[in-house]
């Protein structure tokens, strides 16, 4: 490994800033021998902030009906092939008391961009989940809406948001979306998020088509001026039924080597070991907690939809009920050496917050 990528990441855990050029040369410098030396120094930071605390996430995968047409996703609107699902308000609360009793006290709703939800609809069963479990935290993962809307929802009760970047290079973002969806308009909806008080959770996936090392140098620039309290990131893994079938899968090396600067520049940061993760790698999620990640999601979709929500092929978790998701997610945690604990697992502040 060269002596180069070593002072980088000595310079990033001192400092916890890198240029751009900076950090085009640490992701290009990866190596096994780079991330295993990046992975201790993850490590070391996650247990000063967290200890040996996992903190879980009941996903709860509401709609698989979207309007738009991202080139990479499975439920994009395109895909003919794909069987729709709604959840109404009955069953998401199902979901969350069964979540509730598995020991979850966070809840994510997480869809397509569904005009089903409007803002009624979504404040609505926000306010009803805040009012019978008020010891939990909800966070929504529903796409772009407008800052009145993300508004509504807040003061309704969310507490988090996440919208994935999907790539900080507007060049690059065009080759992922349509025409119709804008990089402007997406970052404005982080700000937005950001400005109304949310958690905000940004990321993006890793091998996605077309990606370089620069653009994946330009989402961990933006990770750290952005500083969003979630980062989310997992491998591109391809869907039979889009137009980037036939692009290879990202690496799950590579995650967790970015995993690991991501929490090396930012050590409060809430990362989670995802579910994209697991699916390239049998052992990814462990692989990603051993590399800095600190949050897992379980799977707490009814069964009868699990198998309909596939961004991507080979998607793990999908025909298990619920509570053998979280035996078999605790037992993972704690092979490696970590505990699931049951709280709504908000950031923790350091001094050294930027
Ligand atoms: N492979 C991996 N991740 C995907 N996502 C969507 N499609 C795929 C895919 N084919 C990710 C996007 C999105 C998140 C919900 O899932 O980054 O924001
Ligand atoms: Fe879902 Fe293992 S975590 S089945």
């Known amino acids: 490994m060269s002596a180069d990528v070593i002072a980088l990441i000595d310079r990033l855990a001192k400092t916890r800033s890198l240029t751009l050029e900076e950090w085009t040369a640490a992701v290009s410098g990866f190596s096994p021998a780079a991330a295993e030396y990046a992975a201790q120094i993850a490590l070391s930071e996650r247990r000063k902030v967290y200890g ?33 699902y709604r959840l109404q308000k009955a069953e998401i609360l199902a979901c969350c008391k069964e979540g509730y009793a598995l020991g979850f006290r966070t809840f994510v709703l997480q869809g397509g961009e569904d005009p089903y939800y409007t803002d009624d609809v979504l404040c609505d069963i926000i306010s ?16 772009e809406r407008s800052f009145e809307s993300y508004k509504r929802l807040f003061d309704a009760g969310a507490d988090r948001y996440l919208l994935r970047h999907e790539t900080a290079d507007e060049a ?28 905000v959770g940004c990321g993006m996936m890793v091998g996605s088509p077309y990606q370089t090392e620069k653009h994946l140098a330009r989402d961990l620039k933006f990770i750290e001026t952005f500083s969003p309290d979630m980062c989310g990131i997992g491998p591109f893994i391809p869907h039979a039924d889009t137009p980037f079938r036939d692009f290879p899968a990202g690496s799950a090396a590579l995650t967790c080597y970015l995993l690991s600067l ?3 520049q930012k050590p409060n940061i809430l990362l989670p070991s995802t579910t994209a993760l697991g699916t390239v790698d049998p052992n990814g999620r462990e692989k990603g907690l051993l590399a800095g990640a600190n949050v897992v999601m379980p799977n707490l979709s009814p069964a009868g939809v699990r198998g309909k929500y596939l961004l991507y092929d080979n998607k793990i978790c999908t025909g298990d009920e619920a509570a053998e998701c979280v035996r078999c997610m605790a037992r993972r945690v704690e092979n490696v050496g970590f505990q699931i604990v049951q709280n709504r697992g908000d950031i923790k502040n350091t001094k050294e917050q930027n």
């Not at 009803?128 to 796409?143: N, P, Q, R």
């Not at 690059?172 to 937005?192: I, N, T, V």
């Open 52 to 84: 040996n605390d996992v903190y879980i996430r009941g996903l709860i995968e509401i709609s698989n009906i979207c309007k738009n047409d991202c080139l990479y996703c499975g439920i994009r609107h395109s895909n003919r092939k794909c069987e729709r």
């Open 128 to 143: 009803e989940i805040k009012a019978t479990f008020s010891d939990c935290a909800v966070t929504l993962g529903m796409g």
């Open 172 to 199: 690059h973002y065009r080759k992922l979306h349509p025409a119709d969806m804008s990089f402007k308009a997406r970052m404005e909806c982080l700000d937005f998020l950001r400005d109304i008080g949310y958690q």
């Open 262 to 264: 991501i929490r090396i």
